[in-house]
């Protein structure tokens, strides 16, 4: 890649870009010719020049800034347990102290444009919920969530620093090189069982609703945000609800499995109903989401059958 490389095609630096969601990104845009694409992560990315390091150590972050003028900076990576959230110490230290050394960087450093993974964690529990819906701190996660997003909007109005936020729903289902998560459908299909907290919410069957949108759909509405020339929030999500036990049904019914099945105690972080009204990103990013759920269970079964060697 010669210095006339970098003047003509765009910057886009990709923090995280080894895991689950940086690493779809990355394999998706490789072959694009309008980007320069480089990784940031604990790892090497081969599709693309990769630096190893650190968001917590600001020089490991600054080398990449001032040997390349990033134009756009992906904020793709974080710790995503909800449930681990209460270690406070380390998620506001790799969460806030991280998301301000990479704004420092790009204040610094001239980048005017991010993109940042914010969580459907912030809402309040509701239907179709959409960018202006009540939000909620519920959890440490969620304060965390509203937080980096209210760093983002300072920022903007601090160094004139464009974002794009995604309200990101439940991401499932596998990336274009095998890597997952562990959402609760490939859970489901690895172990054989599901954990079931709580069957006593306010929903039709007493078990949690969620929206599950496949990372295939996340990275496309990633990649299409780079160049949006406005500082916006989006919903990432497929627009559909299920319930706990609705996902065991299609599990069975796509599978022809039995799963067991385990109730276990409620969480006091869990809300009842998440579901995007997904238009907003429709409309302003001409998106459209690709994989409903039973789509995510077919293909996540045919992966695992492979991994296990069903």
Known sequence: ???????????????????????????????????????????????????????????????????????????????????????????????????????????????????????????????????????????????????????????????????????????AGYSNIGKKTKDIISLTLENNYMNIFGNTFDTPDGTLIRDYIHVKDVASAIIKAIDYPNSEIFNLGFGKGYSVYSIARRIKKITKRDINISILKKRDFDQACLIADNSKTKKLLNWIPMYNLDSIIRESYERIKVDLMF
């Open 1 to 171: 890649m010669g210095e006339g490389d970098k003047k003509v095609k765009k910057n886009v630096l990709v923090i995280g870009g080894t895991g689950y969601i940086g690493s779809e990104v990355i394999q998706t845009l490789k072959n694009d010719k309008k980007y320069n694409i480089i990784s940031f992560s604990h790892q090497v990315n081969n599709n693309c020049l990769s630096y190893v390091g650190d968001v917590l150590i600001s020089s490991e972050l600054i080398r990449v800034y001032q040997e390349w003028n990033i134009d756009v900076t992906l904020i793709l990576y974080g710790l995503k347990s909800i449930s681990n959230s209460e270690n406070v110490s380390k998620y506001a230290n790799n969460e806030l102290v991280g998301l301000v050394n990479i704004l420092t960087a790009c204040e610094k450093y001239g980048c005017k444009k991010v993109v940042y993974l914010s969580s459907s964690s912030v809402y309040e529990s509701g239907n179709k919920l959409h960018e202006n819906s009540p939000t909620k701190i519920n959890c440490f996660y969620s304060y965390i969530k509203q937080t980096s997003e209210e760093l983002l909007k300072w920022y903007k109005k601090k160094s004139n620093i464009d974002f794009v936020i995604f309200r990101c729903f439940n991401v």
